[in-house]
């Protein structure tokens, strides 16, 4: 009776395609790898970065199927990158000194913002940059074993950083070192003792000072030259990054306060050189409260320059984002001329609201006064390391004179290890020139939802990048720049009001 019923009920199952294979069906060789890079919280969830890029990559391939169905013959392959769970750091140090008092919100605590800790801390931020660069460096090798004809094509690689994350990758790109910056600032402050009057006591001794910091300085310059002879402690990456997409990210603070100042120049080399990667992407949630924006520490008057608005993915012909015109967010007519002038946070009235509050260059000029304030630190150091620039635009940097300014450029691309250190004693020009714009934008902002709670969305926006089609689409317009139509300016239709 078994058999019966099971011979004359059920499915005939098939195995295999209906039509044949044939050797163009085979998808196309890998052209393009994004590294996936998480901030922090992967201690409490090893396996989210996974999750989220899994998120990711099935945006993408959704998007590719309807806005690039054309683009046979590449391949955008999206690779997660997990630095923290192969790192020690203090072991359970922390975790035996938390008393047990609201335990689970101590352990949320220690599994995320300890992170933040960590990476500030000079004991280990060393070890974390050392392990997310030999990740990085791993996993691009592995990769090439696999696709031995990546390289031989010219495969290309982008980098998507989330939160601290952002931070850590852009110091491993420009090999920003604090300490040498350190030891640079206090050489700078030790210099300023002959700008005093001094009495004849105190003259001979700071001549005796002066003859043991010069026997110093030698033996400090034996020691470098023998650690220059051995092999470098953080190896540095073995690939050249096209782009760098930063999504709610706090690097704009970390820059602030590390002494970046808005100048006079309009390209992205003031913060991150094209030689180190060819494009910046500042991608932000408007109400993420981790995320700030970087355009104006490049240009101070930015800050009354609304960011680039992501187009929804389902609109149709948008404008191409290099052909969107700058739109302010508080525009004025300056009474002293004729025509109609581009506004600036100087000369606008406060606005009753403002989407983004003070300037970056406010935030970290703040910090830095309270730095100074509690005692001789490094925040007093910087505060007036800044204050005597400020004071002195004009020394010798060439902000003035077109042939120091491009003198000075070189310089700053020569080395990238060296870029982070060169730039922050650059002072900004006091006169601030409105009419200038950036050569290519790096603020790129969500749109908000039309029945988004802003308060619920401060809570969530900061994880949600991963599940939006939006950026989905954003990344692939820029990873496919190649095959793209040169923006035409007759399409323009966001000018400012």
């Not at 047990?100 to 919100?105: A, Q, S």
């Not at 355009?295 to 960011?307: G, T």
């Not at 490094?378 to 004179?401: A, D, K, T």
């Not at 599940?467 to 923006?487: E, G, N, R, V, W």
Request: net charge negative; hydrophobic share 35%.
């Amino acid at each position: 009776m078994w058999s019966s019923l099971s011979s004359s009920s059920g499915t005939r199952l098939h195995r295999g395609w209906v039509e044949e294979a044939s050797p163009e069906d085979r998808p196309p060789q890998t052209t393009h790898i994004v590294f996936v890079v998480h901030g922090i919280g992967q201690k409490m969830d090893q396996g989210r970065i996974i999750k989220n890029t899994g998120m990711l990559r099935e945006g993408v391939r959704k998007m590719e199927e309807k806005h690039f169905s054309d683009q046979n013959d590449e391949h955008v392959e999206f690779l997660p990158v997990e630095w923290r769970s192969k790192l020690a750091l203090d072991g359970d140090t922390v975790d035996s000194i938390t008393p047990d008092k609201v335990r689970g919100l101590r352990d949320l605590l220690n599994s995320s913002a300890m992170d933040i800790m960590y990476y500030n801390s000079p004991l280990y931020r060393d070890e974390i940059t050392k392990g997310l660069t030999q990740e990085l460096n791993r996993l691009y090798t592995l990769f090439c074993s696999r696709n031995p004809e990546f390289e031989e094509r010219g495969g290309k690689v982008s980098i998507v950083s989330h939160s601290l994350g952002c931070v850590i990758t852009y110091d491993i790109m420009t090999g920003w070192d604090p300490v040498r910056f350190c030891q640079q600032e206090h050489h700078g402050v030790e210099e300023e003792l002959d700008l005093r009057w001094i009495s004849c006591e105190e003259k001979h001794v700071v001549e005796q000072l002066r003859l043991t910091r010069n026997r110093l300085q030698e033996l400090e310059n034996q020691l470098l030259t023998l650690e220059a002879s051995k092999p470098p402690a953080r190896p540095s990456l073995k690939f050249n990054v096209e782009n760098f997409f930063c999504m709610g990210s706090p690097l704009a603070v970390f820059l602030a306060l590390r002494g970046i100042r808005p100048g006079t120049s309009c390209h992205q080399d003031h913060i991150l050189p094209t030689s180190i990667c060819s494009r910046l992407f500042n991608v932000f949630h408007p109400t993420d409260p981790v995320a700030y924006r970087l355009e104006p520490l490049i240009l101070k008057h930015f800050s009354n320059v609304s960011p680039v608005q992501i187009h929804w993915c389902s609109a149709i012909s948008p404008t191409h984002y290099d052909a969107i015109r700058p739109t302010y967010l508080n525009p004025v007519k300056d009474p002293a001329s004729d025509t109609e002038s581009l506004p600036s946070p100087s000369t606008s009235p406060v606005l009753a609201r403002r989407h983004y509050g003070e300037s970056i260059t406010n935030l970290g000029k703040a910090s830095i006064l309270g730095a100074a304030s509690i005692g001789k630190g490094i925040g007093g150091i910087l505060f007036s390391r800044f204050s005597r620039s400020n004071s002195q635009p004009s020394v010798s940097l060439g902000l003035e004179g077109g042939a120091n300014t491009e003198e000075e450029e070189q310089k700053r691309t020569e080395s990238h290890s060296a870029y982070g250190l060169s730039t922050l004693i650059r002072p900004t020009s006091p006169i601030t020139d409105t009419s200038l714009e950036l050569e290519r934008r790096i603020d790129f902002e969500l749109r908000e939802g039309l029945v988004e709670s802003r308060y619920w969305s401060a809570v969530t926006s900061h994880t949600g990048y991963w599940c939006s089609h939006d950026i989905a689409l954003f990344m692939l317009t820029f990873i496919y720049k190649q095959k793209m139509a040169p923006p035409d300016p007759a399409e323009d239709n966001l000018e400012p009001d």
